[in-house]
């Protein structure tokens, strides 16, 4: 059973730049999620897909942030014109949908370590 | 005002030895669940044990036991017999039900970074 995989798994880059995170999650699992976490602090969302529908985005999320996930497998977070303070671990997670009233525990990739020069 | 709060910014405990990490919560949902994780210094988020709101006995999953106290919006983490690989950052960490029920996502703390000594 493969986990949670997720690349790159560092990232470097001047500010300004556009960065892509690739996320492939468990693949019976049609929930996945995106979290974003600094230094010090828990996991904050970002943002959730059920199959290739995109269901709720965090305030977190500016215009500069987008997701997709189209084909319900594997999901893409993009950055555009990346800021010092986008620099932060991405974190991946997907669950299944069986289970009663989401019992179910997410699974967390191994995150993308994001940092701006 | 803070949904998830964990007050031990770090704790340490000696091997073999039984430790708790607090945490307490903040939800007026009546359906919600709560999650502990473990990061080690490599970084992976790793599930430990589930409890949710309606269900009638604590968890247990091997040394961890969940201390769900409803009435106090508690749900500590008790890990027995503490093991030198135990040391990592501990997160609780909740799943409302939130608008249209279809709200899954977890809602985390700032951790409890637990120290195993020999």
């Known amino acids: 059973d493969t986990g949670v995989s997720q690349d790159p798994r560092h990232k470097i880059t001047k500010r300004g730049q556009n960065v892509t995170f690739r996320c492939d999650p468990i693949?019976?699992?049609?929930?996945l999620y995106w979290y974003r976490q600094t230094l010090g602090q828990g996991p904050e969302f970002l943002t959730y897909?059920?199959?290739?529908?995109?269901?709720?985005k965090s305030r977190l999320l500016s215009d500069r942030f987008s997701a997709e996930r189209p084909k319900g497998s594997f999901s893409t977070l993009e950055i555009q014109r990346t800021e010092q303070g986008d620099s932060a671990m991405y974190l991946c997670?997907?669950?299944?949908?069986?289970?009663?009233?989401?019992?179910?525990?997410?699974?967390f990739g191994d995150g993308t370590r994001l940092s701006i020069l | 005002a803070q949904k998830i709060t964990q007050t031990q910014p770090g704790m340490f405990v000696q091997e073999k030895e039984a430790v708790t990490l607090d945490c307490t919560y903040d939800?007026?949902?009546?359906?919600?669940?709560l999650f502990w994780y473990k990061q080690p210094s490599s970084g992976e988020m790793i599930f430990l044990i589930y409890?949710?709101?309606?269900?009638?006995q604590n968890a247990t999953e091997g040394r961890y036991s969940l201390n769900f106290q409803k009435a106090r919006k508690s749900a500590n983490l008790v890990i027995s017999a503490s093991q030198l690989g135990d040391s990592a950052m501990y997160f609780c960490?909740?799943?409302?039900?939130?608008?249209?029920?279809?709200?899954?996502?977890?809602?985390f703390g700032k951790g409890t970074l637990l120290t195993v000594n020999p």
């Open positions: 693949s019976e699992h049609n929930r």
């Open positions: 897909f059920q199959n290739e529908a995109q269901l709720e």
């Open positions: 409890q949710g709101s309606y269900d009638q």
């Open positions: 997670a997907s669950s299944p949908t069986r289970g009663v009233g989401g019992n179910q525990p997410q699974h």
């Open positions: 960490a909740m799943r409302e039900r939130g608008s249209g029920g279809s709200n899954y996502k977890l809602t």
């Open positions: 939800t007026s949902d009546p359906s919600y669940g």
